[in-house]
């Protein structure tokens, strides 16, 4: 192979590199860590973006980290320093015994269920941070009623974002969700209930209109009988029941003083 032609397979892997289609992952399994060198060197002369260039870099930084955070926990043990470091089931329970709180109405102070749990060790495990944890702990309570309380009035994002501090402030902003679910709720009964009740009055008020309207009756076609017999005192009580548009029984019953111009109507109730 001569110069020029590993010069355009270089500007050839590049091209490929900047569109994504290639890696120096793969191009140094693949072809041996000096061609990797020699495109990475032409894209740098040319100007080529990289668009992994980003990633290669956070990630280096994740393994130098991740380097240094066991290099210190193995000079910890020799030096005889014991860490805390409790594992996924005591998040688990923490979270557990807590929603058993907020659900009995106790709400009982963070600390107070953190030492149940871990003992001397309460403290500490409040001042943890891991969200992988506590978002763990979240899923394998999700049937419990007092984070499905939370979740049906709470947006996902915001018990998202409480996963992020210490595990003592997870704690405490889980249980003002919970009151404020609780809240949430007895403000959409109570609106429920003020429908119902509303529903139910205005019900009533039609059956009274309904009533009223049949003693209005009733009074208007009395004195309509009434009028009418003082004009013609002789009239028959066949051509009476007509004139009012009431029956003949009811006139008859007029005539005799009962007057029951509608049968039974029982007067409204006041308000």
């Given at each position: 192979m001569n110069n020029?032609?590993?010069?355009?397979?270089?500007?050839?892997?590049?091209?490929?590199?900047?569109?994504?289609?290639?890696?120096?992952?793969?191009?140094?399994?693949?072809?041996?860590?000096?061609?990797?060198?020699?495109v990475q060197a032409y894209m740098t002369q040319h100007a080529i973006t990289d668009p992994?260039?980003?990633?290669?870099?956070?990630?280096?930084?994740?393994?130098?980290?991740?380097?240094?955070?066991?290099?210190?926990?193995?000079?910890?043990a020799a030096a005889g320093v014991v860490l805390y470091r409790p594992k996924q089931s005591c998040y688990t329970q923490l979270v557990h015994d807590h929603l058993n709180s907020c659900e009995s109405g106790e709400y009982l102070p963070v600390r107070v269920t953190a030492t149940e749990i871990a003992g001397n060790d309460g403290l500490k495990l409040l001042s943890k941070k891991s969200k992988s944890k506590l978002r763990n702990a979240l899923e394998a309570n999700s049937e419990h009623p007092g984070l499905q309380r939370i979740m049906r009035n709470t947006s996902k994002s915001l018990i998202v974002a409480v996963i992020s501090g210490s595990v003592s402030n997870f704690l405490t902003a889980l249980a003002s969700l919970h009151k404020a679910a609780l809240q949430s709720e007895y403000a959409k009964k109570s609106n429920c209930e003020l429908r119902i009740q509303k529903s139910t009055l205005e019900a009533r008020i039609i059956s009274l209109t309904a009533k009223l309207s049949l003693l209005e009756k009733k009074e208007h076609w009395t004195e309509s009988a009434r009028s009418i017999r003082a004009m013609e005192p002789e009239i028959s009580n066949r051509k009476l029941a007509s004139l009012c548009a009431v029956s003949e029984g009811a006139i008859r019953k007029y005539l005799k003083g009962d007057c029951p111009a509608m049968p039974n109507i029982k007067k409204p109730d006041a308000f």
């Open positions: 020029m032609n590993r010069q355009e397979i270089i500007a050839s892997l590049a091209s490929q590199v900047s569109k994504g289609e290639e890696s120096f992952s793969k191009l140094t399994k693949s072809m041996g860590l000096h061609w990797a060198n020699d992994m260039a980003g990633k290669r870099i956070v990630m280096r930084f994740q393994r130098d980290e991740n380097a240094r955070k066991v290099e210190m926990f193995a000079q910890l």
